[in-house]
């Protein structure tokens, strides 16, 4: 079922990786949420400095010693939670732990045809395996050029085994593509209505839903969370978070538990990209400037993630 790749979006890919640039998106094959992860080119308005890269330079067992500092709290916290300090920090009820990785081009000059269109299937052939094993719950490509190309979603108590697997994906290894890990809390059951609908029709086609992604960079007057006015503003930042999810505009919400710039993302499913934009502005963090907004087009296979609490404006 995941294996199955167009001939169509097999070549565009490969021209894609050749060329450097992303070619007419045909429409998604089945399973395109795995297949079109890495053909659309998706913005990069800043650099991630997280503490888990993997290239071709970074060794998949080697990695950095890092510590947990307070996230983004997700929409289905009502209070603030700190993981200051903690080892081993553990979501709140309704939430999960997983890897969100992220996919940058790596720079690496074009492959010839022939390579390109190669490695791109043994990239997607990779995928499918990491999804078979049950490592992979959600992958989806980035739109609207740049030089982010698109996110996976894995599970979070598994780090050992998809670091293994990752090794077999020429595109990571030959530098390509930039790999990034990061612990995140996100609603529980990802991907989990997706595979079942799967396993009882096989043959189905993947239907691509658009959503938009926000990322919730560290903003030039983010002070501590201790003192008296960074307390009020980050109640009312929960309150926008709840206000949002009520009203059907957020999917998904939750924090990134290491230490990096980045501290969180909202999910929206909203009509446009400007929408998202405007809605996410209200937030009291943004508007003090303790964050900054990161917003890109995302595709991802519906059932997946889950579904808005209610309909937009209902």
Do not use: C
Request: glycine share 10%.
């Amino acid at each position: 079922m995941l294996r199955r790749v167009a001939s169509r979006a097999r070549l565009a890919g490969a021209e894609s990786a050749r060329r450097g640039h992303r070619p007419p998106a045909p429409r998604p094959p089945s399973s395109a949420w795995l297949s079109e992860v890495t053909r659309f080119p998706p913005p990069s308005a800043f650099r991630l400095n997280g503490p888990r890269r993997y290239n071709r330079k970074t060794p998949l067992n080697k990695g950095a010693t890092v510590r947990r500092l307070p996230g983004i709290v997700t929409l289905l916290l009502t209070v603030f939670l700190s993981v200051a300090g903690a080892q081993t920090p553990k979501p709140p009820a309704g939430m999960d732990t997983y890897l969100f990785g992220i996919l940058r081009s790596g720079g690496v000059p074009p492959a010839p045809t022939a390579e390109a269109q190669a490695m791109q299937l043994e990239h997607r052939k990779n995928m499918g395996r990491m999804a078979d094993a049950g490592l992979m719950v959600g992958a989806g490509p980035l739109l609207g050029g740049g030089d982010y190309r698109g996110i996976f979603i894995l599970k979070g108590d598994a780090r050992g085994k998809i670091e293994e697997m990752l090794k077999g994906d020429p595109l990571i290894q030959s530098g390509r593509l930039v790999l990034e890990l990061l612990p995140w809390w996100g609603p529980e059951k990802i991907g989990e209505r997706y595979f079942a609908e799967r396993k009882q029709n096989p043959g189905a086609t993947d239907r691509m839903v658009e959503y938009q992604l926000a990322f919730l960079v560290a903003g030039p007057n983010r002070k501590g969370d201790s003192d008296p006015e960074s307390e009020r503003i980050q109640a009312a930042h929960m309150a926008h978070i709840r206000k949002m999810a009520d009203a059907g505009q957020l999917v998904a919400a939750g924090p990134f538990v290491e230490e990096n710039k980045l501290r969180g993302i909202y999910v929206f499913k909203l009509a446009s990209l400007e929408e998202a934009r405007a809605v996410a502005a209200q937030d009291p963090a943004v508007q003090a400037g303790r964050l900054v907004l990161d917003l890109h087009p995302w595709l991802v296979a519906e059932g997946v993630l889950p579904p808005p609490k209610t309909e937009p404006g209902k």
